[in-house]
C-alpha cells in the first residue's frame, strides 16, 4: 500500500526559530532523535537515528539525505524507513499566530505494519508535540523510546490542595466537567459504575466519540482507574486505560497519572501533551484562587 501523509501545524515562533530547529543537529537531538549528523546542503546527510526514531535504526541504518534545501523555507529529504524509501516535506510560513509547517510525508510502498497510515499520523503527532514544547523553552518534552515493549504515557503533577480536595475534583461531576472540557458528564462513583466524559468530533469525516465511559477501580482519596476509547474511533484496537493515583504531602498533594494499554510507541501519539493540559487545568481547579486583585497571566 502506498499513501501521502498531510498536515500543517502552528508554532508560537517565527518561520527562522522553526527552521533553525529543523536543521540544527543538537536543536534535533533535543526535540526528535537520539543521535543526529548533518551536513546541511543539497545531496548532504539528514542523518538521525537511535531509540527515539521510529524503528529504532542503528547509525549504520541512517542514510538520510537532502534532497531540496530552501532556508527558511522548505526542507525535503529522504528516509529510508522500515525497508521502504519515503521522502519527508517541510515547508514552513507565517500566520497571525505564528509560523506555519506544512508536513509531507510520501511512502510509496507498505511499511509491513498493521494500521499504516495511524502510523505515521501519530508518530509526527508525537515529534512535532515535541518541536512545540522545545520552540516554548524546553519544558514537557516527552521523547519516545521505540524500543518500548509497554509503552505508556505517565505524568506527574504537585496540586497545592489536600487529598480530599483533588479527589473532589477528580470526581465531582460539575468540576470533572471544567477540567475535562466536557459538558456531558455522568459518574456513579463505584467500582464498575459510570465515569461517562464524552468528546463528540469527526476523524475523516467520521462522527467519533472519545473519552470515558466507567470505572474499573476505585480506591477513596487513593487511586482511580477509567477505561479510555481509542481517540480514531477504531473498535479493533485493545483496550485502553488511565490511571490517577493521589500522594498525600505535608500541604500538598502529588498526583500521578498513566494512560496505558497501547501496542506500540508511535500510538502514544500526542498525548503526552494533552494530558499535561488537562492535568494542569485539573491542578489549577483543585488549588487555592489566586489573591484578591491578582490576574492570571500566560500562554497557549
Do not use: C
Amino acid at each position: 500500500m502506498s499513501f501521502t501523509y498531510t498536515h500543517t501545524w502552528t508554532f508560537d515562533a517565527t518561520r527562522d526559530a522553526l527552521f533553525a530547529a529543523l536543521l540544527d543537529a543538537a536543536q534535533l537531538q533535543r526535540w526528535f532523535a537520539e543521535s543526529v549528523r548533518i551536513d546541511p546542503r543539497v545531496g548532504g546527510t539528514y542523518h538521525f537515528w537511535g531509540r527515539h526514531t521510529l524503528g529504532a535504526p542503528s547509525e549504520a541504518e541512517a542514510g538520510q539525505r537532502i534532497l531540496a534545501l530552501e532556508p527558511p523555507e522548505r526542507l525535503l529529504f529522504t528516509w529510508r524507513l522500515l525497508g521502504v524509501d519515503t521522502q519527508v516535506e517541510m515547508v514552513l510560513g507565517n500566520s497571525p499566530k505564528g509560523a506555519t509547517l506544512a508536513l509531507t510525508h510520501s511512502v510509496p510502498a507498505s511499511l509491513g505494519q498493521p494500521r499504516e497510515r495511524e502510523l505515521i499520523d501519530d508518530h509526527w503527532r508525537f515529534h512535532l508535540g515535541n518541536l512545540a514544547m522545545h520552540l516554548a523553552g524546553g519544558d514537557g518534552i516527552v521523547r519516545p523510546d521505540f524500543t518500548d515493549p509497554q509503552p505508556d504515557v505517565r505524568l506527574s503533577v504537585e496540586v497545592d490542595a489536600p487529598v480530599a480536595v483533588v479527589w473532589r475534583t477528580l470526581t465531582d461531576p460539575a468540576q470533572v466537567g471544567k477540567w475535562f472540557g466536557s459538558s456531558k458528564v455522568r459518574i456513579d462513583l463505584r467500582p464498575g459504575g459510570a465515569y461517562e466524559v464524552i468528546w463528540e468530533y469527526k476523524v475523516d469525516g467520521r462522527d467519533v466519540i472519545g473519552g470515558t465511559t466507567r470505572i474499573l477501580e476505585l480506591e477513596h482519596e487513593r487511586q482511580l482507574t477509567l477505561d479510555w476509547r481509542e481517540w480514531r474511533g477504531d473498535s479493533t484496537m485493545p483496550p485502553q486505560f488511565i490511571r490517577f493515583t493521589l500522594e498525600p504531602r505535608t500541604a500538598s498533594t502529588t498526583l500521578h497519572f498513566v494512560h496505558g494499554g497501547f501496542t506500540r510507541t508511535a500510538d502514544l501519539s500526542d498525548f503526552p501533551f494533552g494530558w499535561a493540559y488537562f492535568l494542569g487545568a485539573l491542578r489549577t481547579m483543585a488549588g487555592p484562587p489566586p489573591p484578591s486583585g491578582s490576574r492570571a497571566t500566560g500562554h497557549g
